[in-house]
């Protein structure tokens, strides 16, 4: 009797150690699903001006779609470098706004390694950006990637320095902001074509991917 208790009583610790240890595991909540574009740059919180043009132009639904989307994205701070009173004209000017926005952001995902492979790419806007590689870093235009391959669920984040103009040469309307409106518009519309890449918004910074070197 006490033979047979030796061989069970050791069996059933076993399992019941073996049961114990399954725990964490099955209450262990189901990992976070990744977010989209927009949510990334929202959760990241450096992209306010960027999410508020969006939402002002109604491209959330566009950038929160399918995709994939690769989008330059400018932060804040390249926002407020643009000339005194460029951001708030621009909100009043759907069209421009739009057109601006749509100038930072490439269809298909399109990754750091494959962008430094590219002399331009075609945007939704329709027209291209220049790309080039000075000094081992990535430019698009004249604007330098700080921040590259900051993947979302449905594209890519590429993280800029300043903001993305279309071609003066192109059909714009150029919005005034109450002071000279010639060549001052023409210079804000160029600052302005490489900040809305930033679009896209606004990029998963909480988990930041390595600069394009």
């Excluded at 929160?64 to 643009?82: H, I, M, Q």
């Excluded at 004209?89 to 399109?110: E, Q």
């Excluded at 300043?162 to 001052?184: F, I, R, S, Y």
Aim: charged share 15%; no cysteine; proline share 8%.
């Amino acid at each position: 009797m006490y033979s047979r208790m030796s061989k069970v009583v050791p069996l059933v610790l076993v399992m019941a150690l073996l049961a114990i240890s399954a725990l964490p595991a099955l209450a262990a909540p189901p990992a976070q699903a990744e977010m989209d574009i927009v949510d990334t740059a929202i959760a990241n919180g450096s992209f306010t001006t960027l999410v508020a043009a969006v939402e002002a132009a109604g491209l959330v639904d566009t950038l929160k779609g399918e995709g994939p989307f690769t989008v330059f994205a400018p932060t804040d701070d390249a926002f407020n470098a643009l000339p005194e009173g460029t951001v708030p004209a621009l909100l009043n000017d759907i069209p421009a706004l739009t057109d601006i926005l749509l100038y930072h952001v490439v269809a298909g995902k399109v990754m750091a390694a494959d962008v430094v492979n590219l002399d331009s790419a075609v945007t939704v806007q329709g027209q291209p950006v220049a790309i080039s590689v000075r000094d081992g870093n990535v430019f698009i235009n004249d604007a330098q990637v700080i921040i590259a391959d900051v993947e979302t669920s449905n594209g890519v984040i590429h993280v800029i320095d300043a903001v993305l103009l279309p071609p003066a040469d192109a059909p714009q309307a150029m919005p005034e902001t109450g002071a000279e409106t010639g060549a001052n518009s023409v210079m804000i519309l160029v600052a302005l074509g490489l900040s809305v890449l930033v679009i896209g918004a606004g990029l998963r910074l909480l988990r930041p991917a390595s600069p394009i070197s």
